[in-house]
């Protein structure tokens, strides 16, 4: 981390610093959140570093020391959980929420968890945290505190630095992944539009044009057009210039020939048979 980013880390210590962090965190559209804990020699988990940021590439990041400020009230935050104009977003929250639900008897409403918000956008189940940095903010965790004794003070500039990693590109993946999902709503809800990709494909006298982003960051087009009332050819392009060409025949209603043949030496034949049920 730059000297310059290095002097921004603030950790607050007092309820008033605490209530005005989470004020200003209301009137945003999300925050995102993270927490440090030990749990080895505990029953429950005990919390010993919260961690938020803000929206944007410099919204404020912060780290909340529950050890340090061993006479801060939590309610602050307790009471950004509660207010539902702030998604609260957490990557694989399960822990989190039981710090909370323990400490708090509160539970952050709305949440969002990238975690499960990744696997539906083709991540994978249980994706980590890295994983998305790496794919998504196309940026690299530095993994020398990753098992840090998170209870013992005072932290160091590196440990800061990796606890606050965990929240400020936390922001990039959100967003990211709400982008993709709001897209996919819309699309399924027929609000899509027309939009770029449309008129694209009314401009080409195409009968199908898309962009699919798969789970690795990469894109494919796919370019489609009926050639007669029964024979439909499409071209799939990826962004490593490998390309296939299908060809669909339908026999008849139920009874479809299919054939493909790729620029990797990949060919394919098929009979495919449709019933109702």
């Avoid at 994706?127 to 998504?136: A, C, D, F, Q, R």
Wanted: proline share 3%; glycine share 8%; with cysteine.
């Amino acid at each position: 981390m730059p000297l310059a980013d290095r002097k921004m880390m603030r950790t607050i210590t007092t309820t008033e610093d605490l209530a005005a962090f989470c004020t200003a965190a209301k009137s945003q559209p999300y925050v995102t959140i993270d927490t440090e804990f030990l749990r080895e020699r505990t029953y429950w988990s005990k919390l010993c570093l919260i961690q938020m940021a803000l929206p944007g590439k410099t919204g404020d990041a912060v780290l909340v020391d529950p050890i340090l400020g061993e006479d801060m009230s939590m309610e602050p935050l307790y009471d950004l959980f509660r207010h539902k104009a702030t998604v609260k977003v957490f990557h694989a929250a399960r822990q989190d929420l039981e710090i909370f639900f323990v400490e708090g008897n509160v539970f952050p409403d709305p949440l969002f968890d990238t975690q499960i918000a990744a696997m539906v956008c083709g991540f994978g189940e249980q994706v980590g945290y890295e994983t998305l940095v790496k794919k998504i903010a196309k940026e690299n965790l530095d993994k020398t505190s990753r098992f840090t004794d998170w209870s013992r003070r005072p932290l160091s500039d590196a440990q800061q630095e990796y606890a606050l990693a965990d929240v400020t590109h936390l922001r990039v993946i959100y967003e990211w992944l709400a982008a993709q999902l709001a897209n996919a709503v819309a699309t399924l809800a027929g609000r899509g539009g027309v939009g770029i990709i449309g008129r694209l494909r009314q401009g080409f006298g195409l009968d199908d044009l898309d962009v699919q982003t798969g789970a690795d960051g990469g894109a494919t087009v796919r370019a489609g057009k009926y050639l007669s009332e029964n024979v439909y050819t499409e071209v799939e392009v990826d962004d490593r210039g490998e390309s296939q060409i299908n060809l669909n025949l339908d026999v008849t209603d139920s009874v479809t020939i299919r054939g493909s043949t790729g620029t990797t030496g990949d060919t394919g034949l098929g009979v495919y048979f449709e019933k109702d049920y």
